[in-house]
């Protein structure tokens, strides 16, 4: 799963979220952003993600989500995820539900 792109991970949080029809949409000028319609990068800010573990507490996927996290980078590791391990982990418990 860790080929995906940061923008797939993103739309798959989106999902685990309960947004079926998230789009994140920006506007660019000559180059320059200049809009963003929804900033939702939870595979790159670590607090968006810590909005997607707090799902896997409400679809009680909490324990799933911490064994597929450790699994892949260690128990003492885990404290020190990245956005986009924890996404993917996220997104390996929610698919496996």
Known sequence: M????NTEIDRK???VMGWENYVNI???VNGVMVAMVC???PSTSLDQAWQVEERMKELELSYEYAKILMS???DFDSI???ARQRCLACIQAW???
């Open 2 to 5: 860790s080929e995906l792109t």
């Open 13 to 15: 949080c989106a999902k």
């Open 26 to 28: 920006s506007y660019q």
């Open 39 to 41: 900033d939702w990068h």
């Open 72 to 74: 892949g980078i260690g």
């Open 80 to 82: 020190h995820a990245t």
């Open 95 to 97: 698919e496996e539900d």
